[in-house]
């Protein structure tokens, strides 16, 4: 049969004639009505000012695309479809080996997609905000040098958030002041990826500065990308934060992968609530050099995915420790994520259960699933403990980890270094740079904690969140805690421990759900195997309705 379609497929590409697909010119159009059905949303995050960009236009986003994707056609993408749509890579790569497909047709398949639904009113998602003008020809080159093959990253389309550093295109961390800050260099996981053959797809729109601007504002929203929306029910649900355009575009299936950032929430909170996979490791697994930070006492990069094998082989493509990040010194190398998945298994797992969780029918429908899987549930009441100054930790490092980005990486452009700088020239057109204010900016400002005390702040913090999940571990000898999507995202990132979101359920209204399993350091693992297990067996998620 496959050497059926094989042929089939051989001959519908050489025997058409050659069709020039042409780009449609993006017109921004009166969204005056959307936002006043929106002004009455239950959720305050949900009453949008805006939604389309008033600095980004997309015709600019699709002149990266027109040349790559003008010998493909709608006819193309159709006959490819079955061949990419929510498959793994392991499948996608044994595509291209049996010749049903090459790196250049899967590259320009996904670039057709997100020129399909971004450049229709109806149906965008506003989850990219840059395309990679040489894609395809990375592509090529991958498709004549098939033998220098060494891991399944290889010619696979990747999304990156975009406060991430790539050479060539902007890193806005979505704020208009970096709007063209154009870095020289990678950051050091696009070039772990690159030198596997991984290719950059596009940048992904994000809750601007990483969600450490405004207070109470919507997730998903940029100056520069405008308000990302959920692809389960647009100007519905939440997209979660601050990864927003990278959980929104890889449930819409825009790439292979994508790769989030978090510092409390920010991949755990928009995987969950976008139905995919999230893992976020542990802080000093993976390398944090050339990305826009937030605090570096916790900030990580992480897989976001559509199931878990692909989050194993992105997370081994990232790794590797870097001496420009000396939280990756001593961190573990060489591990094959991907390699012992299938021998994991929930039989004998205990997970340890939190009562106060058990009210969520979803979550406690789950419970049960796992118990019939053969795990092991144990229920405890979780501690409640003084987490009293983590807003403070968060303003104290961003007021240097931020300066310091900007010195090192930033484009000769960006001529402001200080956050009080910054402050001020937000404060200029203001309806355009933030039109949900800088609440959390001016924090940072009025912050005066001394250096001694910030360092007895972060002690204390790590303490708690360690105490928080130790205590039942210990207690009752438990594997791993579950938690609800990015309910415990603050606990985890204090303690420094990795948690992956996989979905497990959608309530009535549609809206995604994750089981968020957390672990200790460096057991990310244990993490995947047992994430693999239960999505084998359950195999949740569903492709969001209008994105088919």
């Known amino acids: 049969m496959k050497k059926l379609i094989l042929v089939f497929l051989v001959l519908v590409f050489a025997c058409k004639p050659e069709q020039k697909t042409v780009i449609t010119p993006w017109t921004p159009y009166d969204e005056s009505e959307e936002l006043a059905e929106n002004a009455s949303h239950e959720s ?16 600019d986003i699709w002149k990266n695309v027109a040349d790559q994707i003008s010998n493909f056609s709608e006819e193309d993408y159709q006959n490819l479809k079955p061949f990419i749509l929510e ?4 499948t996608i790569q044994s595509h291209i080996q049996s010749d049903v497909l090459s790196y250049e047709k899967l590259t ?51 999304i990156i958030k975009d406060n991430i550093n790539m050479a060539g295109l902007p890193t806005t961390a979505g704020t208009h002041l970096l709007r063209n800050n154009k870095t020289t260099s990678n950051a050091f996981i696009v070039d772990r990826i690159k030198e596997k053959g991984g290719i950059i797809l596009a940048k992904a729109n994000l809750s601007e500065w990483a969600n450490f601007l405004c207070s109470g504002c919507p997730n998903g929203y940029s100056a520069v990308g405008g308000q990302t929306l959920n692809p389960y029910g647009r100007k519905q649900f939440d997209t979660g934060g601050s990864s927003s355009g990278s959980g929104s575009s890889m449930a819409a299936n825009y790439a292979v992968a994508a790769i989030g950032t978090e510092t409390s929430g920010s991949i755990l909170s928009p995987s969950s609530a976008n139905s995919i996979v999230g893992l976020k490791p542990t802080t000093g697994l993976l390398s944090r050099s050339g990305i826009v930070p937030l605090s570096s006492t916790l900030d990580t990069p992480g897989p976001m995915t559509r199931n878990v094998t692909d989050a194993a082989i992105l997370l081994s493509a990232m790794s590797g420790e870097d001496s420009e990040d000396t939280a990756t010194k001593n961190n573990p190398k060489g591990k094959n994520y991907m390699e012992d998945l299938k021998n994991g298994s929930l039989e004998g797992v205990r997970f340890g259960v939190n009562k106060s969780l058990l009210k969520d029918s979803i979550y406690k429908l789950t419970i049960e699933k796992i118990v019939l899987l053969g795990g092991i549930a144990v229920e405890f009441e979780p501690e409640n403990l003084n987490f009293d100054g983590f807003g403070t930790l968060l303003s104290a490092d961003m007021k240097v980890d931020l300066p310091n980005y900007l010195n090192k990486y930033a484009s000769n452009e960006v001529t402001l270094r200080s956050v009080s700088e910054i402050v001020d020239y937000n404060t200029n057109d203001s309806l355009v740079k933030i039109p949900y204010g800088q609440v959390r900016f001016e924090g940072i400002l009025s912050d005066t904690i001394s250096e001694e005390n910030l360092i007895q702040l972060k002690i204390r913090l790590h303490n708690e969140g360690v105490s928080f999940f130790e205590k039942p571990m210990i207690q009752y000898q438990l594997d791993v805690i579950l938690s609800i999507n990015n309910q415990n995202a603050g606990h985890a990132a204090a303690a420094n421990y990795p948690c992956l979101t996989i979905p497990m359920g959608y309530k009535k209204t549609g809206q995604p759900m994750g089981i968020t399993l957390i672990a200790r350091p460096f057991e990310e693992d244990k993490l995947l195997k047992i994430g693999y297990a ?14 088919k």
């Not at 067996?537 to 209008?546: F, G, H, M, S, V």
């Open 44 to 59: 305050q995050k949900m009453q949008f000012k805006l939604i389309q960009s008033k600095i980004l236009d997309k015709n």
């Open 87 to 90: 498959q793994n890579i392991p």
């Open 108 to 158: 320009q398949w996904y670039l057709y997609r997100i020129v399909k639904y971004e450049n229709d009113k109806d149906n965008m998602l506003n989850a990219i905000i840059a395309i990679n003008p040489e894609a395809v020809n990375e592509a090529r080159k991958r498709d004549k040098n098939k033998s220098a093959q060494n891991h399944p990253i290889f010619g696979m389309p990747i």
């Open 534 to 547: 239960f999505e084998q067996a359950t195999k949740i998620r569903e492709l969001p309705e209008d994105y």
